[in-house]
């Protein structure tokens, strides 16, 4: 089945600490996102990339980093720098072109 | 970044009701996607609207993108218990490639 997927779906991480949130596409999407999502808010753009090995900053890019290594896929760490990382992370990608955007499963990040 | 407005922010609706929520904005918007999201699930994209005025069903739901293209319109008709979630709106400026979002409107049908 083509989707996008994203692992874990629950992630603890301690005080200090880096972690990384795995997202995989096999649509052959071209673009692909991070967003946080937090109780009551919508969803807010950390990070996206249109193409392989280039990516841009969203809204809240501060604490996180990317890299798009591969055109499949496109992790997201949580760095410590990131003081309030407690949140459900959703990944995305788009077809260019056919400007309609998927989204995965979905990671919880808790703070330990 | 832009800002989505979604209405009505929640709506508690007997089963079989119809329901109406819009999404306005302050720019133009060339496209516009309506989602649905269950607890701790990611959101699941219903329709997607391209061109003003375009009026397209999926099932019992039917979108539209407004005459203006600041606004879109989402029905719901002859609600059903599985239609609980939330809905989000999504709109992508003419220029860019970002996606901006409602807040949501969180839908209660009772039985």
């Known amino acids: 089945d083509g989707g996008i997927t994203q692992s874990p779906k629950y992630l603890f991480r301690k005080e200090g600490q880096n972690v990384t949130l795995s997202c995989e596409q096999n649509?052959?999407?071209?673009?692909m996102y991070w967003y946080r999502q937090d109780p009551g808010q919508g969803l807010r753009l950390i990070y996206y990339?249109?193409?392989?090995?280039?990516?841009q900053k969203g809204d809240i890019a501060e604490g996180y980093s990317v890299s798009r290594e591969k055109k499949e896929s496109f992790p997201l760490t949580v760095t410590s720098a990131q003081k309030n990382p407690t949140a459900f992370y959703l990944c995305?990608?788009?077809?260019?072109?056919?400007?309609?955007?998927?989204f995965g499963p979905g990671t919880r990040l808790l703070v330990l | 970044g832009q800002q989505l407005n979604q209405s009505p922010q929640s709506m508690f609706i007997q089963e079989g009701e119809d329901v109406s929520m819009n999404c306005t904005s302050s720019?133009?918007?060339?496209?516009w996607l309506w989602y649905k999201q269950d607890p701790g699930e990611g959101p699941v994209l219903l329709i997607a609207?391209?061109?003003?005025?375009e009026l397209t069903s999926n099932g019992r739901l039917t979108a539209q993108f407004g005459i203006t293209r600041k606004d879109s319109f989402l029905n719901i008709s002859a609600s059903i218990p599985s239609d609980v979630g939330i809905y989000f709106c999504?709109?992508?400026?003419?220029?860019?490639?970002?996606?901006?979002f409602g807040t949501g409107t969180s839908l209660t049908v009772i039985p």
């Open positions: 995305a990608s788009t077809r260019t072109g056919v400007e309609t955007q998927y």
């Open positions: 720019s133009i918007f060339n496209t």
């Open positions: 990339s249109q193409i392989v090995n280039d990516f």
């Open positions: 999504a709109g992508q400026l003419a220029t860019g490639n970002q996606f901006y």
């Open positions: 649509l052959n999407h071209d673009a």
């Open positions: 609207l391209y061109k003003a005025g």
